[in-house]
């Protein structure tokens, strides 16, 4: 149990978290605080499997995981931007009928209920790169994952560039700040939103998959909370693409920790809160601290206006 | 107004139970062999109608409790660890006063029973509104530490139960009749009625949950409304919480309220926040649970199959089918 176990198992952890993250991102740069994470990462994760077990091939799990959760997520854009449900009910509602569509179809598709093993021909093949085993620490630590943990790595620094440097990231910041607008520079806000959101599937689809196909198994609520997670991390980091990679890291460590330490004999049901703990916190800090410095500006204006008062 | 409510709460259930018809259908069993199954398990004898009215009183309660918090703009689904807590507080006091006289323990309990699911309640809600933080965020984070946290207590605390094989807690020895349970559910229903339509602070509640903005500028403390609001649906939980383990369980097992989670929410968004509504909404999901009972033994169908139709039910009860303002146009004045 050395810090270099625990700071790999980190990442690999980090990886699905990340990408659902980086999904929920774009969508919260449109104006759409996507709730329903957790159920499209879940349909993910479900068809990734299932798509593995039916064509006996990895990256065509992948796919299926991710047009399923795609498909899902069009449902989700059409609801709420042409029927105008309620964004919360309606991504509460995905999410119990992803838990429950998951649940149902482990019984006719496989024959089994609770859970599922694919043998392990499907697991997701991890990369082993030379070069990397030069470096001391740091090779180490980020060798031998999946390809998609490394785009995971490398997509916080592809969304950063999109979104500050390129033409359609000004229409998603123009969106965002404000709709009318965005209309009246003539950006198609409609079709803005539903292709972030498109992506938010598509990228929620790669993290479902590479949560179930990396242990090559799926179980009933596999995701346990990441998807909420992942929104914690995107608070807590303001939305900002580079801080959310250490936000995502940071939980990412605080679930291989409790791996690494209820195998030492601590409990592993208060071990268990720790991720969750941390996501309360993330989600709640950003606030406090808002709070916190806005009293401490007022007070110090206050205090500079009666100093200045009574020298003249 | 209420017609299309009710035509629209109507076509959710026939469309859901439609998909969930076509899914039987596609794993290739009867959909309507199923159904008749699962409408025999809940209404078809007596006893399946016991067991229907038992699994829709706590439903009943928690989609109150839903309710009451959505009209002050607080989205309350931290029932599960509103639960969690109840329960734990439950079966602590229950150790604790090992000896004394039975009344006094009873009420101890249902006391302690209604703070620890109100303080769960009012966690989210001040992050809420004294914060602005997501309070579903919150709430859905409470729900897994309260679970975890319950785990833990019910493993290696004083109130685990020792040599059993799976965790439990230890068996709270008093209880509640089935009786007395369903008639303080109406009489509670009817209380809430009462003091929403027809007395002040029903009045504040409802006036600060239309416009909480204009209900400050008329100088009601909304503030402090929203909260309570919160109060109740806590309270009301507890008392869900009060009949589960007094009445029936007796014993906090791993993951007990886990089923629960999200049904009140369903009902009470089925219901359309109406009295009658939520009722029968709440008496479907109790149908359905206790319908699925009879399914498992007679069929092949799985039990979760009443899982998928409540996620369909729920999904589809969220879209206004007949939009108000096509009809307002037409209408036209």
């Known amino acids: 149990m050395d810090i270099v176990t625990i700071l790999t198992v980190a990442v690999r952890h980090a990886g699905p978290v990340l990408l659902v993250a980086m999904g929920g991102l774009l969508a919260s740069r449109v104006n759409i605080f996507n709730l329903a994470l ?52 309606c991504a509460i509602s995905i999410i119990t009928l992803a838990s429950g569509l998951t649940r149902y179809l482990l019984n006719p598709v496989f024959g089994v209920s609770g859970r599922y093993v694919l043998s392990s021909e499907l697991a997701m093949p991890v990369v082993h790169m030379n070069w990397l085993e030069a470096i001391p620490v740091a090779g180490q630590i980020l060798n031998n994952h999946s390809l998609l943990v490394y785009f995971a790595l490398v997509l916080p620094f592809v969304l950063a560039f999109v979104i500050n440097k390129t033409k359609y ?12 607008a965005a209309v009246s520079a003539g950006i198609h806000v409609r079709k803005v ?12 689809g790669l993290g479902g998959a590479e949560l179930a196909l990396s242990v090559y198994m799926f179980n009933v609520g596999m995701t346990n909370g990441r998807g909420y997670t992942a929104l914690a991390a995107i608070t807590l980091a303001g939305c900002n693409p580079l801080l959310s990679l250490i936000t995502c890291l940071l939980f990412g460590f605080a679930e291989s920790l409790v791996v690494s330490l209820s195998g030492v004999g601590f409990s592993s049901y208060l071990l268990g809160m720790l991720p969750y703990a ?5 989600a709640v800090a950003p606030q406090v601290a808002r709070r916190c410095i806005h009293f401490i500006k007022r007070k110090k204006s206050e205090t500079e206006m009666i100093s200045e008062y009574y020298r003249n | 107004m209420r017609n299309r409510k009710v035509i629209n709460s109507v076509l959710a259930i026939m469309i859901a139970f439609i998909m969930g018809g076509l899914m039987v259908l596609l794993s290739g069993d009867s959909p309507l062999e199923t159904y008749s199954v699962l409408l025999k398990g809940s209404f078809g004898s007596l006893n399946a109608l016991k067991n229907t009215i038992r ?30 807590s109840a329960s734990l507080a439950i079966v602590m006091v229950s150790e604790l006063t090992q000896g004394w006289p039975s009344w006094l323990r009873l009420i101890l309990m249902m006391a302690a029973a209604c703070m620890a699911s109100i303080a769960a309640c009012m966690i989210p809600a001040a992050a809420k509104f004294g914060l602005g933080v997501s309070e579903v965020v919150v709430g859905v984070m409470m729900n897994y530490l309260m679970a975890y946290l319950t785990k833990h207590m019910i493993a290696f605390s004083f109130i685990a139960q020792p040599g059993s094989s799976s965790i439990m807690s230890l068996p709270v020895s008093e209880s509640v009749g089935a009786v007395s349970i369903t008639v303080s559910t109406v009489v509670i229903i009817l209380l809430y009625q009462f003091v929403m339509k027809k007395t002040i602070p029903g009045y504040r509640l409802s006036v600060v949950g239309r416009n909480p903005l204009f209900a400050n500028a008329s100088g009601l403390p909304s503030m402090r409304i929203m909260l309570s609001s919160a109060v109740v649906g806590g309270l009301l939980t507890g008392i869900c919480a009060i009949g589960e383990m007094l009445g029936y369980y007796h014993i906090i097992y791993s993951d007990f309220a886990v089923d629960i989670g999200f049904n009140g929410m369903t009902a009470a968004l089925l219901g359309a926040q109406n009295a009658i509504g939520m009722l029968l909404g709440s008496l479907l999901l109790g149908a359905l649970k206790s319908g699925s009972v009879l399914l498992t033994v007679v069929t092949s169908v799985p039990a979760e199959l009443v899982d998928c139709v409540k996620g369909f039910v729920m999904f589809f009860a969220t879209v206004t089918f007949i939009r108000s303002d096509v009809w307002m ?5």
């Not at chain 1, 990231?169 to 009318?180: F, P, S, T």
Request: hydrophobic fraction near 50%.
């Open chain 1, 278 to 282: 941390l996501a309360l916190v993330a």
């Open chain 2, 55 to 84: 699994y829709s009183i706590p439903v009943v309660l928690l989609a109150y409790s839903f309710s009451v918090c959505n009209q002050c703009g607080y989205f309350n689904i931290s029932h599960e660890s509103q639960m969690y």
């Open chain 1, 38 to 89: 957790e159920g499209f990462m879940l349909i993910g994760a479900f068809s990734s499997i299932v798509g593995a077990f039916y064509t006996g091939n990895v990256w065509l799990g992948v796919l299926f995981g991710v047009l399923a959760s795609t498909l899902m997520i069009i449902i989700y854009a059409v609801f709420i931007i042409e029927l105008e449900v309620q964004p919360v009910v």
């Open chain 2, 329 to 333: 146009r037409k209408g036209g004045k």
């Open chain 1, 169 to 180: 990231g000004l229409d998603i910041r123009a969106v965002g700040m404000n709709e009318e």
């Open chain 1, 193 to 204: 939103k539903y292709s972030a959101l498109m992506i938010n599937g598509i990228l929620c």
